[in-house]
T-cell receptor, first 114, second 114 residues
Framework: AQSVTQPDIHITVSEGASLELRCNYSYGATPYLFWYVQSPGQGLQLLLKYFSGDTLVQGIKGFEAEFKRSQSSFNLRKPSVHWSDAAEYFCAVGRGNRDDKIIFGKGTRLHILP | DTGVSQDPRHKITKRGQNVTFRCDPISEHNRLYWYRQTLGQGPEFLTYFQNEAQLEKSRLLSDRFSAERPKGSFSTLEIQRTEQGDSAMYLC????????????FGPGTRLTVL
């Protein structure tokens, strides 16, 4: 069965600093990988997804993620965070069918210092 | 494009009562998913439909839970004899099979069982 681990429950960075959120997955085959963001009172929004091809994926709001099969990782990065990036971030993995259910990690809450 | 809508947004009920939630997916989407999210956790898969057919149910979905999508459009999730452990955010998502490969999430229904 697939699973997702987000080792950091909370992360605090200063506005303008770079960001990296860690994600490790467990899945026997090539996974479909996602990063979602959830702001207070808002629904989940997809930031980016990896299905195949280039292992560096660009997403919305200036985010990117890199798929590393050897490390079973899919870390999310942003070169310079903005106060509006404060939210909960979820890494998720899907099964072989692109439209199948998604297994989410427990999330990382990002705090931004002014 | 009106997005995924859920009704009600909040529900407070007493233990032992039955509750029903509604989800209206994006109109052309043929897949509809239900997830449950408790405090400090990521969303957990409950069940999903393709058109009116329920394709998979999680072990989390006890006999007290039932979901329907009678005409392949909106869906309802009913919880009978609610328990305090049912308190959570219930999220609905929809997707168009083979097209965008993205699940679009609604704002959720927050259930509080007293």
């Amino acid at each position: 069965a697939q699973s997702v681990t987000q080792p950091d429950i909370h992360i605090t960075v200063s506005e303008g600093a770079s960001l990296e959120l860690r994600c490790n997955y467990s899945y026997g085959a090539t996974p479909y990988l996602f990063w979602y963001v959830q702001s207070p009172g808002q629904g989940l929004q997809l930031l980016l997804k990896y299905f195949s091809g280039d292992t560096l994926v660009q997403g919305i709001k200036g985010f990117e993620a890199e798929f590393k099969r050897s490390q079973s990782s899919f870390n999310l990065r942003k070169p310079s965070v903005h106060w509006s990036d404060a939210a909960e971030y979820f890494c998720a993995v899907g099964r072989g069918n692109r439209d199948d259910k998604i297994i989410f990690g427990k999330g990382t809450r990002l705090h931004i210092l002014p | 494009d009106t997005g995924v809508s859920q009704d009600p947004r909040h529900k407070i009920t007493k233990r032992g009562q039955n509750v029903t939630f509604r989800c209206d997916p994006i109109s052309e989407h043929n897949r509809l998913y239900w997830y449950r999210q408790t405090l400090g956790q990521g969303p957990e898969f409950l069940t999903y439909f393709q058109n009116e057919a329920q394709l998979e149910k999680s072990r989390l979905l006890s006999d007290r839970f039932s979901a329907e999508r009678p005409k392949g459009s909106f869906s309802t999730l009913e919880i009978q004899r609610t328990e305090q452990g049912d308190s959570a955010m219930y999220l609905c998502a929809s997707s168009l099979v083979g097209a965008t490969n993205e699940q679009f999430f609604g704002p959720g229904t927050r259930l509080t069982v007293l």
